[in-house]
């Protein structure tokens, strides 16, 4: 209650008190170079977007440009990812076809993580993720990767034929079945992997989001002389107690859904290739 009446009886034009930030503040960000140009401009997300893949390359860089024979924990650390990746997930799932696509999954992988963990990193608190152009365009880029290896594997028509007509299924229902495989490989397939990266780290920042908002309106008096506010303080502590759980929370999720977009890449790619199973 007394954030409502914070943010009722402070306008929203007046910097000099306190306001409840609408969603559109906490994702959309300005442009800051070549703001005049009909066709580029760079805003926040898009130089942190630029700064994940420079961190990505910078890892793989640092860890196997010139490896060691007995690694060091650096190293050792990003050995045992890139094992992770070709043995639980490209291996496990795709099979030995496989062994190819662990580069291309593991850049998948580091890119989703470094980008949800910006999430919860000081200064920046801001998940690229939680806005729909990237998980969109990792998805139709997941999309491209097992449409042409599929296609390389089976033959254009095999491929088609093998997703649009499940064995076993008798013939009187394939009118009604091919349309929704169809409609599943072309449009469900990569809007769902998109959405489920996006929503769930919007939805993420958002939570974090209002923790601290909550913590901040009901510890300081926004009313009259400014100060401690005593009876908005047990909610306040609480909201401030809950705030490092909740950033913890955030960080095992950044972790889940790289895992989840990539297994779920890997999954798509095994279909592609090997649609009889």
């Known amino acids: 209650m007394n954030l409502v009446l914070a943010a009722e009886a402070c306008p929203a034009d007046n910097p000099g008190c306190f306001h409840v930030p609408s969603l ?8 800051f170079l070549f703001e005049n140009s009909p066709f580029f401009a760079m805003n926040r997300t898009g130089m942190l977007y630029l700064l994940a893949g420079l961190i990505v390359v910078g890892l793989m860089m640092a860890a196997f440009m010139t490896p060691s024979i ?5 190293q050792a650390a990003m050995e045992s990812l890139v094992d ?14 496989g062994l190819r696509f662990v580069p291309f999954l593991t850049s998948l ?28 365009l990792l998805a139709l880029t997941v999309y491209f990767v097992y ?52 929503a769930n780290m919007m939805a993420g920042h958002i939570l974090l989001a209002i923790v601290f908002i909550a913590a901040n309106a009901f510890l300081i008096n926004f009313h009259g002389e400014f100060g401690f506010n005593v009876k908005g303080s047990p909610i306040g502590i609480l909201a401030l107690a809950a705030g490092p759980a909740m950033v913890a929370f955030e960080m095992m999720v950044g972790v889940l859904q790289a895992y989840i977009f990539t297994i779920l890449a890997a999954v798509y790619i095994g279909d592609s290739l090997h649609p009889e199973h």
């Open 24 to 31: 559109g503040e906490l994702f959309d960000f300005p442009p």
């Open 70 to 74: 007995l690694p060091g924990k650096f």
């Open 84 to 97: 992770f990746i070709r043995s639980d997930i490209a291996l496990e799932v795709i099979g030995p076809d």
């Open 109 to 136: 992988f580091l890119f989703i993580w470094v980008n949800n963990f910006f999430e919860v990193m000081p200064f920046v608190q801001f998940p690229p993720t939680g806005r729909m152009a990237v998980p969109a």
């Open 147 to 198: 449409w042409f290896a599929g296609i390389k594997s089976t033959g254009l028509v095999a491929y088609i034929k093998g997703h649009a007509i499940p064995s076993g299924v008798p013939a009187f229902v394939l009118p009604l079945v091919i349309p929704i495989e169809l409609a599943q490989i072309f449009i469900i397939r990569p809007l769902t992997h998109a959405v489920r990266l996006f």
